[in-house]
């Protein structure tokens, strides 16, 4: 089941995984189809599918579309989450090197109220433009370079690191070494987390890790 597929289609099973349909959706399904053409993708779900990496730099509805058409995924390691706030993908084809980035116009907006003057709701009219909008009215196309670290790859973890301070362990070079320890990202004061407990349990118990060094 590749590309090839007409948008409706792609649309419908986008909105089937993401629970409902709104301009993100549809936003997002155009951006993918248009990024995959200009890398080469055809078939991204089959003979393709070990070829492309997808970075979104939004945690909106249509990173949703661009994992439901791409086919790319955290669990797999082919999906990459950049948290830069912007309505932009970007998509590399990992056998040539080509990448997109693919970012929606903020005139867009603008332009579907001009389109579907008599709909009141601006969302609503939204979405109904997008679906008919050209390409060129919806997205800017840069041709960008990029470069994936061995550690990001698809694959088995390179190696798994066990932290000096909470002794969990850390994979795919995660962790920070400091004063020749090596610490996960929480336990080196950047974690997202605060744990209650000051100190590691004993070995083979269950660890909580801790917010700064011990």
């Known amino acids: ?10 649309l419908n099973e986008s909105v089937r ?3 409902h349909l709104c301009a993100g959706q549809v936003l997002g399904v155009r951006m993918s189809m248009l990024g995959l053409r200009e ?15 997808a970075f979104v730099e939004m945690d909106r509805c249509a990173t949703d579309a661009v994992q439901s058409v791409t086919g790319c995924s955290l ?22 090197g080509k990448a997109a980035r693919i970012i929606a116009r903020e005139d867009s907006r603008d ?3 001009e389109r579907f003057p008599e709909i009141e709701n601006k969302y609503a ?11 060129e009215e919806l997205f800017d196309v840069m041709e960008v370079a990029v470069k994936v670290a061995p550690e990001d790859m698809p694959g088995r973890p390179m190696r798994r690191v066990r932290c000096a301070s909470c002794g969990e362990h850390v994979q795919d070079m995660r962790e920070i070494s400091r004063d020749g320890r090596s610490l996960c990202l929480p336990c080196a004061g950047n974690g997202y987390y605060e744990a209650p407990s000051p100190h590691p349990l004993p070995s083979g118990e269950r660890t909580k890790a801790r917010g700064g060094i011990s």
Do not use: C, W
């Open 1 to 10: 089941m590749g590309i090839a597929l007409d948008f409706e289609s792609l």
């Open 17 to 19: 995984i993401h629970g």
């Open 39 to 53: 890398i080469g993708i055809s078939d991204p779900k089959g003979k393709d599918r070990k070829s492309i990496i």
């Open 75 to 96: 669990g797999h390691r082919t999906m990459k989450f950049m948290d830069y706030g912007k309505m932009a993908a970007t998509f590399l084809n990992l056998k040539t």
């Open 111 to 113: 332009k579907a109220k």
């Open 125 to 135: 009219g939204q979405l109904e433009a997008y679906k008919v909008m050209s390409d």
